[in-house]
């Protein structure tokens, strides 16, 4: 998906929990906004991806970020507010999930009408986050 020659590194990352967005700045100059749940969909984890078969994640429309760790300076370790914390976002899978986040979602939602499966959580929560 990245360009072969384009190594990209992330400058800054601002999550917007709010609005659940985490704004994400590579060395290139380039800004994303990229959605909490459009990340926990498409974690990079064995637990999302399988063995090739890539399980369908449901029900996170209103998952938020609770914490960004990093990993050297190659990548984040995102924990959700769901519990999942097992993908590593490298910059590469940040910047490729940013560049082709349309196309990705267009499939995603493809793919939840198809197993007439739900974006909407299955319990209505109210979280307060607290700094």
């Known amino acids: 998906m990245t360009s072969p020659d384009y190594n990209p590194v992330v400058t800054a990352l601002k ?3 709010k609005s ?3 704004e994400v700045t590579f060395d290139n100059g380039k800004t994303f906004q990229l959605s909490c749940e459009m990340l926990r969909v498409y974690s990079p984890s064995a637990e999302v991806h399988g063995h090739g078969n890539p399980v369908l994640v449901t029900h996170k ?4 970020i609770k914490a960004l760790d990093p990993v ?3 990548a984040v370790k995102i924990t959700f507010d769901d519990g999942h914390n097992t ?3 490298s910059w590469k899978v940040l910047y490729d999930l940013a560049t082709h986040q349309v196309d990705l979602w267009e499939k995603y939602l493809a793919r939840l009408r ?3 499966a739900s974006r909407e959580p299955l319990i209505d929560m109210a ?3 607290h700094n």
């Open 15 to 17: 999550l917007k929990r």
């Open 20 to 22: 659940r967005i985490l």
């Open 61 to 64: 429309k209103n998952v938020n």
């Open 72 to 74: 050297g300076n190659y």
């Open 87 to 89: 993908g590593l976002f």
């Open 114 to 116: 198809a197993e007439k």
């Open 127 to 129: 979280v307060k986050y």
